[in-house]
T-cell receptor, first 115, second 116 residues
Framework: DQQVKQNSPSLSVQEGRISILNCDYTNSMFDYFLWYKKYPAEGPTFLISISSIKDKNEDGRFTVFLNKSAKHLSLHIVPSQPGDSAVYFCAASAYRSGNTGKLIFGQGTTLQVKP | NAGVMQNPRHLVRRRGQEARLRCSPMKGHSHVYWYRQLPEEGLKFMVYLQKENIIDESGMPKERFSAEFPKEGPSILRIQQVVRGDSAAYFC??????????????FGPGTRLTVL
């Protein structure tokens, strides 16, 4: 039962353009969402998060949008840079329902930014 | 300010041997989570520990796997009698607040276990 899904295994964009990575979830108890970036042979690096009480959170070139009715979130990277090339994981957690804070991860999307 | 540290980075074991993976959380963090990533998959939660306590082990296989986080020293994930299916990357993450509030988990570099 995949509660968090990233349906696009890969994405390729040109440097300077916008990258949009998508994530869908099925568990309505999720109330906190995070995006992580991962390079090969390294651990995931935290990028940005959003609480379910918000619909947008911005940090520099990274913006996360949350659409609770559609159970969908997206990560926008503008402008994209070659150094952004990595695997991006969406993760979710359900704090309000007494969950212990464990993260449920999607399968990941490999982003390639071409110079 | 050192990040989450894991060792060893690579571990090779033969079937039937034991594997011990260590994790030192970030300074000031007392909550530790272990995740496993199988090839071509996302990370899967295994266990959540605070100092001297296992809080949530719902993701741990019922047999051969155990975890601890003693009062002194690193957290240990122990796999007894390893099998080839245990080959994976094992990541440790730490956080400040655990389940008491929204918090980011910071990950270590992982231990890549290969079972021959």
């Amino acid at each position: 039962d995949q509660q968090v899904k990233q349906n696009s295994p890969s994405l390729s964009v040109q440097e300077g353009r916008i990258s949009i990575l998508n994530c869908d979830y099925t568990n309505s108890m999720f109330d906190y969402f995070l995006w992580y970036k991962k390079y090969p042979a390294e651990g995931p690096t935290f990028l940005i998060s959003i609480s379910s009480i918000k619909d947008k959170n911005e940090d520099g070139r990274f913006t996360v949008f949350l659409n609770k009715s559609a159970k969908h979130l997206s990560l926008h990277i503008v402008p994209s840079q070659p150094g952004d090339s990595a695997v991006y994981f969406c993760a979710a957690s359900a704090y309000r329902s007494g969950n212990t804070g464990k993260l449920i991860f999607g399968q990941g999307t490999t982003l390639q930014v071409k110079p | 300010n050192a990040g989450v540290m894991q060792n060893p980075r690579h571990l090779v074991r033969r079937r039937g041997q034991e594997a011990r993976l260590r994790c030192s959380p970030m300074k000031g963090h007392s909550h530790v989570y272990w995740y496993r990533q199988l090839p071509e998959e996302g990370l899967k939660f295994m266990v959540y520990l605070q100092k001297e306590n296992i809080i949530d082990e719902s993701g741990m296989p019922k047999e051969r796997f155990s975890a601890e986080f003693p009062k002194e020293g690193p957290s240990i994930l122990r796999i007894q009698q390893v099998v080839r299916g245990d080959s994976a990357a094992y990541f440790c993450a730490s956080s400040k607040q655990g389940a008491s509030g929204h918090n980011e988990q910071f990950f270590g570099p992982g231990t890549r276990l290969t079972v021959l």
